[in-house]
């Protein structure tokens, strides 16, 4: 079957917009924190929810118990949560002698489950008759239309048809599909786990798929008999028509049809819908692959295995699912009780049998018996509920009198309290939040200071960072400023050994400069130990050596898991000695003038022609002279054949010169195409020094560094080290792009460092003065130690007073690792342990593969401030806040701030959203359990050796001993700056702005000139409260 | 008159169709009590019937007896009621000891095999109504995620399902040891598959009372720390006497 281009594009426009609910899943190697409701942002916050419950049946809210767990501790705030309640009930009719806010404030508090629940067979009535001791009226006839109206909303529209045929006929063709297709997957993603790969790949994921499938034996002998409908289309748009056809699902319902076949494996869908619109990414460039291959190989596959179930009675398409649900109403009704484990326990044997047998009479029987046993269940049920919640309400009596009407009423009342009642309870906790946070703020100026810090820091903005900064500024003459961990310097990083450029900035920016670490301690033999790792990992991944290996050198994995379990921390210090230390390097980051990029091109020319005369002729180092490597540089760069005399220098006849020259052009590329195409990428290295002072001048206005300047300024980028952690890049820097932000630290020390730098800022007004010496750092948030990076490079005359500085770093490393393991540690455990015994203890999560949780992340995130640092000095933030400093007096125009609002505060939100969805359904939206993790393809994890790619935050990171650690609230942001500048900022920020007026950030803004604090909530901005300053007492109060 | 006992003995010591009746009967009985009475006594009146009547047995019948087993213990895989399934397991044991009867062993030995399968499904049976009163039926798949929110309970299934399906140490495993050591070669071989098609279907039992998320906005009660530990003293009891009789080689094992 060959579609016309038109139909082709009309699937392949309905398979984009159908993916669009679908959040991107980055690979893990770089850990991208993103909201998994992303792409229903445009929906107010109570609205998404509600469709990401119906799309990924995930849950949006916590359960009441929980929030009433909360409640108890302080976290909620009830006069809210009391207000919220009135604000419902002032839109409900009144139930008389009900006082519906006192019993709504009960249900909320004190009924642990929620008390409505969907009653399809019984009605008001017979819950009135239940509530008055009376068992439900006798035989009633069920409205079979209204039956088979229901039947087709829960089982015919929404569903794909096999998925209708699994509830209705307990088969497994979702389950079934889903292990085959995640099976295709695995084999055509896989970037480099397996030895053994899947072939044509370079063809597309559905053509690859369709080739292998046609001979695939195991699917033959099983009875699915894919061939025949791969046989229809050779492409994938035309196997998505022929399946949709078959089916007979009128066109209407595609766009529809094809989302809920795409979250069935969103974490897949996901992947690839990430990986299509990558466009630098090595392995979608090699092996492509669309939204619109998935969707093929799975409609296929599904219609293959619906068609091997296929049996007299079962519908096989739309129209025909609807005619049975039409004229077997009572059978698709007593299918779905029982196959959707909806059954009534006591009736299931009878329900199985009727169904097995398939007698119309006896089904007709068992119908009756059912519905009516069902009515007077729900009905009891129910009537049992409401009065366990009158007597909670104290007055068990008034539900009794009620006439049918007024319980109806409600009735109806509380099941539509019950669908709003997760956002009372949200913005309940939010407003103890906020309070939490304005109690704690300090808005008295600044007293001036004498002297000048003895350093200044700059850490990311990351909640971790928090409680390092506090403890630092409390150790001693420190200052410190919050700045997104890149340090406003986008950049893409050539590692040294890397083969592979790696982007360092938020996932939201594409970086246009390219830095480039080179090596500057000379050539460094390989160790022994490297070498073996690298023998080892060969023989793994052939054929039958496996087998050997393990005989002969088994002992040896043994040696290393006792060292590793038994004493992770001694061990892995032994372990690393083994290895060389890392080479010291440099970075290149000056633009490179047309000579110096001829110059490096000819130099990496030149080294790449060396190795190859090296490996392929194995000349010794002295014949290897520069006028050989020029003379075979120039042919290999021209079309000319080679000399004799070059011939003879390499020992070859003119035939075998002439094919190493072929072999440099075509497998070494030193060829002219080749160095055209280097000298484009050249371009890229590094940064003009304009650009350079812009990024720094941008980077110290926006934190308000603008004058007395520290002799030392730490640029200190974090990162995390942790064992056996699939995690890992998780726990780096969001906005380095899941990556150590050692380079770019690295990167603005060496920028701000140059004299030339520092001349044109000064020109700009911005003097730093030549004793101030920029130091790159790294802090790493697993064992909180900060390590001070090319200390080789410090001027002699700031070595002084690095000692002074060490510990300094050393102190507040250790103080902070004792309120952090305070929190790691079982609760149960007494008394916390000490500063030393954290620092120990923190050290060993860090080296233990064993340790599932390593550290807690951005766990318990709640707050982003942008404003200056003594906002929240006195402030315990307890490592829950975003800081990213702020002056707006250095900011007339907003700039600073819109940037500030375009790319923290969107990464910040993207991390809290994540950290939401994960803690409310861990299952749906989070990874599940660490434990029983596997990574997929080296890009990804799945739960068992067979899921769906698990999206979000595992269990380990979110909940602690069953319970919500992370509390989930969405962003509260406060901006500290005068109320229009504020939100003319927002104004203009549109991603902001929709995030802000759609509920996703709760935005406050404390305006410092009037103290009062704006609220954006309800759809308009209202003062909220209004802070006083107290000159005794230099802590901000709110005032009643 | 033979055919007559014959079609009797069928009834008690169930083969294929006559095996109805057995699980018809025990699916009916409404009491723990009376179905863990009926599973002791139903095998001995077939031997005695048996013994009694000293009615000469076919070969044949043998086999008859292992595909009644292997039959039941196949249909078993698909089986979610746990009351039904303990009457297919029951049937499929019981039909077992007309390999022993074909082979005239003592009617001590016979009349302690059939003991010992009958007392292992008990504590199956005394299974069915703790769940019954607490998941409203003991029905596999409708209420999965038991393991987590009632542990206890979920251990006394778990070991009731292991003591039915012939486990190690527990009576009905020394007694499958027994028929086996005393089988043809090809019997034997039909008795493993039966027995493996056992531990399947205990397998697929519990898959559906076990593992999962829990689904119920409610969770019953679960046992008492004094039913637990009676359940306890009941198994150790179980399988302490069952070894003592093996050592003895009263049940004829080891």
């Keep these: 079957m060959s579609l016309a281009l038109d139909r082709k594009l009309k699937i392949r426009a309905m398979v984009y917009v159908a993916g669009e609910p679908i959040p991107y899943f980055w690979p893990m190697r770089n850990f991208i924190h993103h909201n998994p409701l992303h792409g229903l942002e445009k929906l107010p916050f109570a609205q998404a929810v509600e469709k990401g419950q119906a799309l990924f049946h995930g849950k949006g809210f916590l359960p009441r118990k929980t929030y009433q767990r909360f409640l108890q501790e302080g976290k909620i705030d009830r006069a809210s949560l009391l207000s919220g309640v009135k604000d419902f009930v002032a839109t409900r009719n009144s139930v008389p002698g009900v006082d519906l806010s006192h019993w709504l404030m009960t249900l909320l508090t004190q009924v642990a489950e929620p008390l409505s629940k969907e009653c399809f067979v019984a009605g008001t009535g017979d819950v009135h008759h239940a509530l008055n001791g009376r068992v439900p009226e006798g035989f009633r006839p069920v409205d079979m239309d209204a039956l088979s109206t229901w039947l087709h909303k829960k089982v015919g529209v929404a569903r794909p048809i096999y998925e209708a045929v699994d509830i209705l006929f307990g088969t497994h063709i979702g389950t079934t599909l889903d292990d085959l297709l995640i099976k295709s997957c695995l084999d055509f993603f896989d970037e480099g786990q397996s030895a053994w790969t899947m072939p044509g790949r370079e063809s597309g994921l559905f053509n690859a798929w369709r080739e292998l499938s046609r001979r695939n034996v195991r699917l033959f002998l099983r009875g699915v008999n894919i061939s025949q409908i791969l046989a229809q289309s050779t492409t994938p748009e035309g196997a998505i028509a022929y399946t949709m056809d078959t089916l007979a699902v009128p066109e209407a319902r595609w766009a529809d049809y094809f989302s809920r076949e795409l979250v069935h494996l969103h974490g897949w869908a996901g992947f690839i819908r990430w990986r299509s619109s990558a466009k630098h990414y090595y392995w979608g460039q090699h092996y492509p692959a669309d939204l619109v291959d998935f969707l093929a190989v799975r409609l296929a596959l599904g219609l293959a295995l619906l068609k091997e179930e296929a049996n007299s009675n079962m519908p096989m398409s739309a129209p025909e699912l609807a005619q049975f649900i039409d004229t077997y109403t009572a059978e698709a009704f007593l299918r779905h009780e029982f196959y959707s484990g909806d059954v009534v326990p006591q009736l299931a044997t009878q329900v199985e049998d009727a169904i097995l047998r398939g007698k119309q009479s006896n089904i007709s029987r068992v119908f009756t018996t059912y519905v009516e046993r069902k009515r007077a269940d729900e009905a009891m049920l129910l009537a049992q509920r409401l009065h366990d919640w009158s007597t909670h309400a104290s007055n068990t009596s008034v539900l009794a009198s009620l006439s049918v009407e007024a319980l109806d009423s409600l009735l109806a009342t509380v099941q539509a309290f019950e669908q709003t009642e997760g956002m009372l309870w949200l913005r309940a906790m939010e407003t103890r939040a906020m309070q939490v946070l304005l109690r704690d703020v300090d808005v008295t100026p600044p007293a001036p200071r004498d002297k000048r810090p003895f350093a200044q820091a700059l850490f990311c903005i990351d909640t971790r960072s928090e409680r390092i900064r506090r403890q630092l500024e409390h150790i001693g003459d420190y200052q410190t400023f919050g700045i997104a961990g890149f340090f406003g310097v986008p950049i893409g990083i050539l590692e040294l050994g890397k083969g592979s450029e790696t982007h360092l900035c938020p996932a939201v920016v594409t970086p246009k400069n390219l830095v480039l670490e080179m090596n500057a301690s000379g050539p460094v033999d390989e160790s022994v130990v490297s070498v073996f790792e690298h023998a080892l990992h060969e023989l793994k991944n052939s054929v039958l050596a496996p087998f050997a290996t393990v005989e002969a050198i088994g002992l040896l994995f043994g040696f290393d898991m006792i060292g590793k379990t038994i004493a992770p921390l001694a061990y892995g210090s032994w372990r690393r000695k083994l290895f060389p230390a890392k080479q010291m390097t440099r970075l290149l980051l000056d633009k490179l003038g047309r000579e110096q990029a001829d110059s490096i091109l000819r130099a990496v020319q030149r080294a790449v022609i060396v190795k190859a005369v090296e490996h392929e002729l194995g000349l010794p180092p002295e014949r290897i002279t520069d006028d050989l490597v020029r003379q075979l540089r120039e042919t290999a760069l021209t079309k000319e054949m080679p000399s004799d005399e070059l011939a003879r220098q390499l020992d070859l006849d003119l035939a075998a010169c002439n094919a190493f020259v072929t072999r440099l052009r075509d497998a070494y590329r030193i060829n002219r195409q080749f160095s055209r195409l280097q000298f484009e990428r050249l371009g890229r290295i590094g940064f003009s020094s304009n650009e350079q002072a812009h990024l720094l001048g941008q980077a110290l206005r926006s934190i308000g560094l603008v004058e007395h300047f520290s002799r030392f300024v730490l640029l200190v980028g974090h990162g995390s080290a942790s064992e056996n952690n699939p995690y890992e890049s998780a726990l780096d820097c969001g906005a380095c792009g899941g990556n150590s932000g050692i380079f770019n630290a690295r990167t603005m020390a060496q920028m701000a460092n140059k004299s030339e730098v520092r001349r044109r800022l000064r020109e700009q007004g911005l003097d730093i003065p030549a004793d101030v010496y920029f130091v790159a750092a790294l802090h790493n948030t697993t064992t909180d130690e900060i390590t001070i990076l090319d200390r080789e490079l410090i001027p002699p005359a700031h070595l002084i007073y690095l000692d002074r500085l060490h510990k300094g770093l050393k102190a507040a490393s250790r103080l902070c690792a004792q309120e952090r393991m305070a929190t790691l540690v079982p609760s149960d455990i007494g008394a916390p342990p000490d500063a030393n015994a954290s620092s120990r203890l923190a050290r060993r999560n860090a080296s233990d593969w064993s340790q599932a949780r390593p550290e807690w992340g951005l766990s318990r995130n709640a707050y982003f401030v942008i404003g200056r640092r003594q906002l929240t000095q006195r402030a315990g933030l307890a490592g829950r806040a975003f800081l990213n400093s702020y002056d707006w007096r250095v900011d007339p125009k907003r700039r600073l701030l819109e940037s500030i609002l375009t790319g923290p505060l969107v990464v910040g939100q993207w991390i809290n959203m994540e950290h939401y969805f994960s803690t409310v359904d861990n299952e749906r939206y989070g990874s599940g359990n660490k434990a029983y993790h596997n990574v997929a393809g080296r890009f990804g994890v799945m739960t068992g050796n067979l899921s769906d790619l698990r999206t979000g935050l595992p269990a380990q990171t979110v909940l602690k001993e069953g319970h919500p650690y992370h509390e989930p609230l969405r962003l509260i942001t406060l901006i500290e700056a005068p109320f229009e500048h504020a939100r003319s900022a927002i104004e203009g920020v549109v991603t902001i702005k929709r995030l802000v007026q759609n509920g996703w950030i709760r935005m406050l803004v404390l305006d410092p000139e009037t103290l009062a604090v704006h609220l954006y909530d309800h759809g308009a901005w209202q003062q909220w409260t209004c802070l006083t300053r107290l000159f005794s007492n230099p802590q901000g109060v709110i005032e009643a | ?254």
């Excluded at chain 2, 009491?31 to 009926?38: G, K, P, T």
């Excluded at chain 2, 637990?228 to 179980?238: M, N």
């Design chain 2, 1 to 254: 008159m033979t055919i007559l006992i014959l079609l009797a003995i069928g009834i008690f010591l169930p083969l294929f169709p006559l095996s109805v009746v057995w699980t018809a009967f025990f699916k009916y009985v409404p009491w723990a009590w009376l179905r863990a009475l009926i599973v002791l006594v139903w095998p001995q009146i077939g031997l005695t019937i048996a013994f009694s009547t000293h009615v000469q047995l076919p070969q044949w019948v043998a086999w008859w007896g292992l595909m009644t087993a292997a039959l039941y213990a196949l249909r078993m895989l698909s089986l979610r009621d746990f009351s039904t399934w303990i009457a297919f397991i029951s049937a499929s044991a019981f039909a077992l000891l007309w390999i022993g009867l074909v082979n005239a062993n003592s009617e001590v030995l016979l009349r302690l095999q059939g003991a010992g399968f009958s007392a292992s499904f008990i504590l199956a049976v005394v299974v069915v109504p703790m769940l019954k009163n607490r998941l409203g039926a003991a029905y596999s798949g409708l209420h999965c995620g038991m393991a987590q929110r009632l542990p206890k309970l979920a251990g006394v299934l778990v070991l009731a399902v292991l003591a039915a399906t012939a486990t190690p140490l527990f009576p009905s495993f020394f007694t499958l040891i027994a028929v086996l050591s005393g089988a043809s070669f090809m019997v034997a071989v039909g008795m493993l598959i039966v027995w493996l098609l056992w531990s399947w279907a205990g397998v697929r039992l519990l898959q559906g009372f076990l593992p999962g998320v829990w689904s119920r906005a409610q969770t019953p009660p679960d046992l008492s720390l004094r039913t637990s530990w009676l359940f306890g003293l009941g198994l150790v009891t179980l399988v302490g006497a069952a070894t003592v009789l093996s050592s003895m080689g009263l049940t004829g094992g080891w």
